[in-house]
């Protein structure tokens, strides 16, 4: 049974297109994360919920908007994708503590913006 | 602002030899924990070790060990006996009360046979 699940785990899409990454979790954590994984292999963190609160907001553009409709549920829209979307986008969830637990991270999801 | 640095991009070792992958950080934070994560060419992220920043004894798990120093900001990892499958990036990272986590840039480990 998976921990972090993402779907889909490719996505080819055309610029201009809105799309939405969806991400569970089963090991009842607090925190949901969503990073990218740009060409260079840099993990930049994007978004950070706690119990459905939006916790941190990094520089993003607003075409990215994440939605958490229960603690175990963060998905990640995106509209009108540009070229520079495409990347590796993962979901981690940890509990919520002094900041001394381990990510759990899904498989990714590799977006391909044509 | 919290900042974790790798400066080797791409590092080689001879199999079963042992290699360390070099991490430093700056945080003005007294609570705070050091991650490795590695990241085969699958994709996936796998963890590798913690170590929290009040931890008077360096972590250690199976063949992986973590150098902690402190006062230097360092938090290297220290693979022994370095296997094939240990080829990867490897990524360390830090977190920080409120659950925030930040990676470094990561390094390419090449293991030779």
Not at chain 1, 5 to 19: C, I
Not at chain 1, 25 to 30: A, E, I, K, W
Not at chain 2, 11 to 19: D, L, P
Not at chain 2, 68 to 81: D, E, G, P, Y
């Amino acid at each position: 049974d998976t921990a972090v699940s993402q779907t889909p785990k490719y996505l080819v899409t055309q610029m201009g297109n809105d799309k939405s990454i969806k991400c569970e979790q089963n090991l009842g954590h607090d925190t949901m994360y969503w990073y990218k994984q740009d060409s260079k292999k840099f993990l930049k963190i994007m978004f950070s919920y706690n119990n459905k609160e939006l916790i941190i907001n990094e520089t993003v553009p607003n075409r990215f908007s994440p939605k958490s409709p229960d603690k175990a549920h963060l998905n990640l829209h995106i509209n009108s994708l540009e070229l520079g979307d495409s990347a590796v986008y993962f979901c981690a969830s940890s509990p919520w503590t002094g900041g001394n637990e381990k990510l759990f991270f899904g498989s990714g999801t590799q977006l391909s913006v044509l | 602002a919290q900042k974790i640095t790798q400066t080797q991009p791409g590092m080689f070792v001879q199999e079963k030899e042992a290699v360390t992958l070099d991490c430093t950080y700056d945080t003005s934070d007294p609570s705070y924990g050091l991650f490795w994560y590695k990241q085969p060419s699958s994709g996936e992220m796998i963890f590798l070790i913690y170590q929290g920043s009040y931890d008077q004894q360096n972590a250690t798990e199976g063949r992986y060990s973590l150098n902690f120093q402190k006062a230097r900001k360092s938090a290297n990892l220290v693979i022994s006996a370095s296997q094939l499958g240990d080829s990867a990036m490897y990524f360390c990272a830090m977190s920080f009360t409120g659950n925030q986590f930040y990676f470094g840039t990561g390094t390419s480990l090449t293991v030779i046979p």
